[in-house]
């Protein structure tokens, strides 16, 4: 039976020498997690696109539940974890509830990735 081969440990120090470059730290890494959780539903990403296209940039939740085929509760919790992540805005106006895109927060999801 062959025994496998057993590894020296690294002679040359620079190999390990830090990259200078800033980690990403727990609470940013949080807020980050929580946007890409956010866009990993589909339902989620016709709801800003929908909201995105709509007339004057905002859509009553009345007007979401029909194009996802999906109940009010349902659309509604989505709306709130689009709302959390900082993606979405909520007003309420009588009974009804109006999302509309938070200013920023396409261009700044973009630079998410390029910013790790």
């Given at each position: 039976?062959?025994?496998?081969?057993?590894?020296?440990p690294a002679t040359d120090e620079s190999c390990c020498a830090p990259a200078g470059m800033p980690v990403l730290g727990a609470e940013e890494a949080k807020?980050?997690?929580?946007?890409?959780k956010a866009l990993a539903d589909p339902n989620r990403l016709r709801l800003i696109s929908i909201v995105k296209g709509?007339?004057?940039?905002?859509?009553c939740v009345c007007d979401l539940t029909e194009p996802l085929?999906?109940?009010?509760?349902?659309?509604?919790?989505?709306?709130?974890?689009?709302v959390d992540a900082g993606l979405l805005h909520r007003e309420k106006r009588g009974t009804w509830a109006y999302y509309s895109l938070?200013?920023?927060?396409?261009?700044?999801?973009?630079?998410l990735l390029a910013s790790l």
């Amino acid at each position: 039976m062959n025994s496998l081969p057993t590894l020296e440990p690294a002679t040359d120090e620079s190999c390990c020498a830090p990259a200078g470059m800033p980690v990403l730290g727990a609470e940013e890494a949080k807020r980050k997690a929580l946007v890409f959780k956010a866009l990993a539903d589909p339902n989620r990403l016709r709801l800003i696109s929908i909201v995105k296209g709509a007339d004057g940039g905002e859509a009553c939740v009345c007007d979401l539940t029909e194009p996802l085929d999906l109940g009010q509760p349902t659309v509604s919790h989505h709306l709130k974890i689009l709302v959390d992540a900082g993606l979405l805005h909520r007003e309420k106006r009588g009974t009804w509830a109006y999302y509309s895109l938070v200013p920023g927060a396409i261009e700044q999801t973009a630079g998410l990735l390029a910013s790790l």
